[in-house]
């Protein structure tokens, strides 16, 4: 029996259910197309007056979408759900690296809610903060900073974006054209029937709702849980990776989680080493 991918509806359709579902969100629209709901949030930040957060802003087709180092997502319209969210956080400008794998565990445990229990080990995220299913890429994410508009009058007031794009359809042509394993919803719908009952709009606000929730967590508690939260769901730990850098290997070792900085730790042959998040990438390493 052949599975499809989760119904897409209309951006008025998303704009209003999502209006009502999220009343804490001051701005929440969702549009036909846009250049970035990234870029388009943090243009909206940099206006010196603007109304408050959070925002939300998702769009059908990004023409410009962009992920992590820059790169573009390759998409169809009806086939990804993308969208952005942009949260006040006041934090010393030395822990915004770890707001990038914070993302990346939330929407993880956001999205975990829906699958059944017995199924939750495979959706993990793998550091930085790309989501898998079956080892197969879901979702990327991509989080921004800015202390623009204004934020400026505060050294701790910044205004993070966070964005997603997670796959609901085209995985087998996707992985075809990129040459590695990608996964969608429609895959995780095939094996878990709870999950087959959620709707897009489900998806959204469960990740809506846990950025927000981990955010006002950290500017309250610090970061001191995400190594324990990451451990839950570490698609990396145990495996030898190779760290890269304007693709060259530059490191290899052991991945055996995250410092309360989100940094990953790397056991090498001297000592365990910390990853600077948003400078490297980290893939499975493969022998010879």
């Given at each position: 029996m052949s599975v499809s991918a989760p119904f897409l509806p209309t951006p008025d359709?998303?704009?209003?259910?999502?209006?009502?579902?999220?009343?804490?969100?001051?701005?929440?629209?969702?549009?036909?197309?846009?250049?970035?709901?990234n870029?388009?949030?943090?243009?909206?930040?940099?206006?010196?007056?603007?109304?408050?957060?959070?925002?939300?802003?998702?769009?059908?087709?990004q023409e410009a979408g962009r992920g992590r180092a820059g790169r573009t997502w390759q998409h169809r319209e009806g086939a990804n759900l993308m969208f952005s969210c942009a949260f006040d956080v006041f934090m010393p400008s030395r822990l915004l690296p770890a707001l990038s794998p914070l993302a990346g565990v939330a929407a993880c445990e956001g999205l975990r809610q829906?699958?059944?229990?017995?199924?939750?080990e495979h959706l993990v995220m793998k550091w930085p903060n790309d989501l898998q299913w079956r080892m197969g890429k879901l979702a990327g994410i991509l989080v921004e900073a800015t202390r623009a508009g204004a934020a400026k009058g505060?050294?701790?007031?910044?205004?993070?974006?966070?964005?997603i794009g997670l796959n609901l359809d085209d995985a087998r042509s996707l992985s075809q054209a990129l040459d590695r394993r990608v996964a969608d919803w429609r895959e995780v719908v095939g094996e878990d029937a709870d999950a087959?009952?959620?709707?897009?709009?489900?998806?959204?606000?469960?990740?809506?709702r846990a950025w927000q929730s981990s955010l006002q967590r950290v500017?309250?508690?610090?970061?001191?849980?995400?190594?324990q939260r990451h451990a839950v769901v570490d698609a990396l730990v145990g495996q030898v990776v190779d760290i890269i850098e304007s693709d060259r290997v530059i490191q290899?070792?052991?991945?055996?989680?995250?410092?309360?900085?989100?940094?990953?730790?790397?056991?090498?042959?001297?000592?365990?080493?910390?990853?600077?998040?948003?400078?490297?990438?980290?893939?499975?390493?493969?022998?010879?």
């Open positions: 359709e998303l704009t209003q259910g999502l209006r009502g579902a999220l009343p804490g969100f001051q701005q929440t629209d969702w549009v036909a197309r846009t250049v970035s709901t870029a388009e949030l943090l243009a909206r930040a940099r206006q010196v007056s603007v109304p408050a957060r959070p925002w939300l802003l998702g769009a059908h087709l829906w699958l059944n229990p017995a199924l939750r505060s050294d701790d007031h910044y205004i993070v974006i966070m964005g087959a009952s959620v709707s897009v709009q489900e998806l959204v606000v469960s990740i809506a500017v309250r508690d610090g970061l001191g849980d995400l190594p290899s070792g052991i991945a055996c989680g995250v410092d309360e900085y989100g940094r990953l730790l790397l056991r090498t042959p001297s000592a365990v080493q910390p990853v600077t998040v948003g400078e490297v990438s980290a893939r499975t390493h493969t022998p010879l």
